[in-house]
């Protein structure tokens, strides 16, 4: 089991990269030909998402963590995050709501192991955390599952690709209507 302190940089990385992924509902600030240019190639995304999970996990954990070590980190929070963005908008929602409840228990870890106090509750919270977070990897991996399923179905024989399911592809989403 991690200690509290990784478990926190690996949260505070991953709740960055869910900010970041709001944040790029902005990107019409940049230049045509980036926008274009990003909007095409699905390589090029996925690119950047790697390069943005290393720079967050970098500048995000307490203490400098070995290169590899910050790669396979890297690798693990970007694999959950692109499965937790493949499951249908409930789960999603649920999965998020989750999440974050784990990250407000870790920052309560954090408080009280910093000030040396609550000894009982700081046991009792990483229970908590435990239970959280199965639940929270149980609710991915079902809501990832159903999609999974669903999408197959839907697009069987038209050249379905899990590849481009997971890494993109997709510039227009099927039966998505305006602001829905």
Known sequence: ?????????????????????????????LTCKVQKLMEDNIYLRN???????????????????HPVTLMNYTGLITLVFIIINKMTLPFTFVSYIIFSG?????????Y???????????ERLRKLQSVCMVVFLSIVVVGFSLYFTEKRIEYKGNNWSTYKFLLGGV???KGVKDGI
């Open 1 to 29: 089991m991690m200690n509290s302190q990784r478990t926190m940089d690996i949260l505070n990385s991953s709740y960055l990269m869910l900010l970041g992924a709001f944040g790029s509902y902005i990107g019409n600030n």
């Open 171 to 173: 510039v227009k989403c």
């Open 47 to 65: 690119i950047v998402l790697v390069i943005l999970v290393y720079f967050t996990v970098s500048v995000s954990t307490s203490e400098p963590l």
């Open 102 to 110: 784990i990250y407000i228990i870790s920052n309560f870890i954090t």
């Open 112 to 122: 009280y192991e910093h000030k040396k106090i609550k000894e009982k509750t700081v």
